[in-house]
C-alpha cells in the first residue's frame, strides 16, 4: 500500500516571503513523487518529480522540492512567492517499478494563499 | 495543441439518472485514468487503463462504469447505483512509462439533484 500526507490544510505567507508545503510519504520500495497545482475549476497541472539521484528537485514557475529518505519527506519550496501562486497543491506518490502501471496516489492537498 | 478535453465543464442530473462524461486525448497516450475530487479528500482513483479494450477498477469503483474502445476515448458513466455521484471528476492520461506525469483534463462538475 502506499499513502501521501499533507500535514496543512493551508499555508498563508506574504508576497517575496520563502514558502514551504509539506509532504510525506510511505510506500513499500523506491518512490516516484510528484507535485501538482490546481487552479480553481482546472485540472492539475505537474510542477515536478523525483525519480532517483539528487535529493533537490527543480520544476516549473520557481518551485523546487527536497526529497529526504530518512524522514520520508518531499516538501515543495520557493524562494521567493508571488500571489499568482495561490492555489490548491497536491503531493502524489507511486512505488518506483512494479505493476502499479502509472498508478498514483494522492494527498488531499494544501490550500497556498500568498497575500500581497 | 495537443491535451486532455473533458466534457461539458458543468453537468446536472435527477437522482435514478445515469449519466456519461466524455474525455478524449490528442496525446497519444496509451494510459487513461479517471479521478474523483471531493473538497479535502484529494483525488481518488476511479478507473484506469493501459490499453484499448482494457481497464481496472481503482479504489473507488463501485456505481461507475467505463469503456475504451479508442485509445483517445475514455467515457465514464455513473449510473445511479453511485450513491454520492456530486463531485468534480477528472481524467488524466500518461505514457504509463515509468515516472511519466499525468496530463488532466479542465474536469466536469456533475451535480445530481
Known amino acids: 500500500a502506499q499513502s501521501v500526507a499533507q500535514p496543512e490544510d493551508q499555508v498563508n505567507v506574504a508576497e517575496g516571503n520563502p514558502l514551504t508545503v509539506k509532504c510525506t510519504y510511505s510506500?513499500?520500495?523506491?518512490?516516484?513523487l510528484f507535485w501538482y497545482v490546481q487552479y480553481p475549476n482546472r485540472g492539475l497541472q505537474f510542477l515536478l518529480k523525483y525519480i532517483t539521484g539528487d535529493n533537490l528537485v527543480k520544476g516549473s514557475y520557481g518551485f523546487e522540492a527536497e526529497f529526504n529518505k530518512s524522514q520520508t519527506s518531499f516538501h515543495l519550496k520557493k524562494p521567493s512567492a508571488l500571489v499568482s501562486d495561490s492555489a490548491l497543491y497536491f503531493c502524489a506518490v507511486r512505488v518506483a517499478g512494479g505493476t502499479s502501471y502509472g498508478k498514483l496516489t494522492f494527498g488531499q492537498g494544501t490550500i497556498l494563499t500568498v497575500h500581497p | 495543441d495537443g491535451g486532455i478535453t473533458q466534457s461539458p465543464k458543468y453537468l446536472f442530473r435527477k437522482e435514478g439518472q445515469n449519466v456519461t462524461l466524455s474525455c478524449e486525448q490528442n496525446?497519444?497516450?496509451?494510459?487513461m485514468y479517471w479521478y474523483r475530487q471531493d473538497p479535502g479528500q484529494g483525488l481518488r482513483l476511479i478507473y484506469y487503463s493501459q490499453i484499448v479494450n482494457d481497464f481496472q477498477k481503482g479504489d473507488i469503483a463501485e456505481g461507475y462504469s467505463v469503456s475504451r474502445e479508442k485509445k483517445e476515448s475514455f467515457p465514464l458513466t455513473v449510473t445511479s447505483a453511485q450513491k454520492n455521484p456530486t463531485a468534480f471528476y477528472l481524467c488524466?492520461?500518461?505514457?504509463?512509462?515509468?515516472?511519466?506525469?499525468?496530463?488532466f483534463g479542465n474536469g466536469t462538475r456533475l451535480t445530481v439533484t
Open positions: 496525446l497519444n497516450h496509451d494510459a
Open positions: 488524466a492520461s500518461s505514457t504509463g512509462q515509468g515516472p511519466s506525469p499525468l496530463h
Open positions: 510506500v513499500s520500495g523506491n518512490p516516484y
